[in-house]
């Protein structure tokens, strides 16, 4: 059953800790993404990956980092330098296709900074 | 940078009415996305459209892209209850490896 997921499916954190979201997929995607979406606000780009070891900074990449040491995962950090980190975060894969590629999404985590 | 617009933000009809949502680009696209989320999960691919002035219809759906290639509409003939969701347009451009999303338009059906 292919996909991909992401877990947990909610978190929470004391304000000042690093977190690590989990993204795995198997559906042999070189293409990986990481959004954060607010409410009203729409999908942000965090970081893009397009291929194994290399990755690229999104709109909104000031506060995380991400690896990608392996095609199936994309794992992401954010971290205490992100100044508003609550949000609902989604992580994507898709086959590169210069813009033109159609985006599969995982079922998100909910990161919850008290 | 690239900026994708869409409007309504939010609209709210009755089951059988019909929905319009209108996405705006700054830039000219290669190809436009629409994506439907469902309240309290993830965004779902629903089409994708490429040429100046293609039109492509889904059952009750209908998706427009412009002549210029910059903006887009997506149509519900007769919603039902189980059209309720965010609806998400995203615009890719040439030598770009990323789509631009617009904020999105949620869609509320009472019965």
């Known amino acids: 059953d292919g996909g991909i997921t992401q877990s947990p499916k909610y978190l929470f954190r004391k304000e000042g800790q690093n977190v690590t979201l989990s993204c795995e997929q198997n559906?042999?995607?070189?293409?990986m993404y990481w959004y954060r979406q607010d409410p009203g606000q729409g999908l942000r780009l965090i970081y893009y990956?397009?291929?194994?070891?290399?990755?690229q900074k999104g709109d909104i990449a000031e506060g995380y980092s991400v690896s990608r040491e392996k095609k199936e995962s994309f794992p992401l950090t954010v971290t205490s330098a992100q100044k508003n980190p609550t949000a609902f975060y989604l992580c994507?894969?898709?086959?590169?296709?210069?813009?033109?590629?159609?985006?599969?999404f995982g079922p998100g985590t909910r990161l919850l900074v008290l | 940078g690239q900026q994708v617009m869409q409007i309504p933000q939010y609209q709210h009809v009755q089951e059988g009415e019909d929905f319009t949502t209108y996405c705006n680009s700054s830039?000219?696209?290669?190809?436009i996305q629409w994506y439907k989320q469902r309240p309290g999960g993830h965004p779902v691919f629903l089409i994708q459209?490429?040429?100046?002035?293609e039109v492509k219809k889904q059952k009750r759906l209908t998706f427009q892209f412009g002549e210029a290639k910059k903006n887009s509409s997506l149509h519900i003939t007769a919603t039902q209850t189980t059209d309720v969701g965010t609806y998400f347009c995203?615009?890719?451009?040439?030598?770009?490896?990323?789509?631009?999303f617009g904020k999105g338009t949620m869609l509320l059906v009472s019965p």
């Open positions: 830039t000219t696209l290669s190809n």
């Open positions: 559906l042999n995607h070189d293409a």
């Open positions: 995203a615009g890719g451009r040439t030598g770009y490896s990323t789509l631009t």
């Open positions: 994507a894969s898709s086959i590169p296709g210069q813009g033109r590629e159609t985006q599969y």
């Open positions: 459209l490429v040429k100046s002035g």
């Open positions: 990956s397009q291929i194994v070891n290399d990755f």
